[in-house]
Nanobody, 122 residues
Framework: HVQLVESGGGSVQPGGSLRLSCAAS????????VAWFRQAPGKERKGVAA??????CIFYVDSVKGRFTISKDENTLYLQMNSLRPEDTAMYYC??????????????????WGQGTQVTVS
């Protein structure tokens, strides 16, 4: 069973930066695809970025390309967020699915979820 715990959220002005962390229960990156999702109030949860194949492959949605960077170390997933915009305001979640060789940004494909960390840009 994989456990994920996010941290690092907060409030920041537009143009600012935050770094989110997601601590995993062990080194899951060789066996799981791990991703960041976000959910704004009243909106669907949507994928932002994913890292898979042990970290050798990364995917970003267009809205965050060039501003967000997903990375990992042995047991922790990160999301460095720069040039933040008000539309980035959301609860951010990390999630994992037990196949390291393909990525998905569909919430239905992910088996394990963290509790979320709030990011507010205003």
């Amino acid at each position: 069973h994989v456990q994920l715990v996010e941290s690092g959220g907060g409030s920041v002005q537009p143009g600012g930066s935050l770094r989110l962390s997601c601590a995993a229960s062990g080194n899951i990156f060789n066996t799981h695809c791990v991703a960041w999702f976000r959910q704004a109030p009243g909106k669907e949860r949507k994928g932002v970025a994913a890292i898979y194949i042990g970290g050798s492959c990364i995917f970003y949605v267009d809205s965050v390309k060039g501003r967000f960077t997903i990375s990992k170390d042995e047991n922790t997933l990160y999301l460095q967020m720069n040039s933040l915009r008000p539309e980035d305001t959301a609860m951010y979640y990390c999630a994992a699915h037990p196949n390291a060789f393909w990525y998905s940004l569909s919430i239905d494909d992910y088996q394990y979820w963290g509790q979320g960390t709030q990011v507010t840009v205003s």
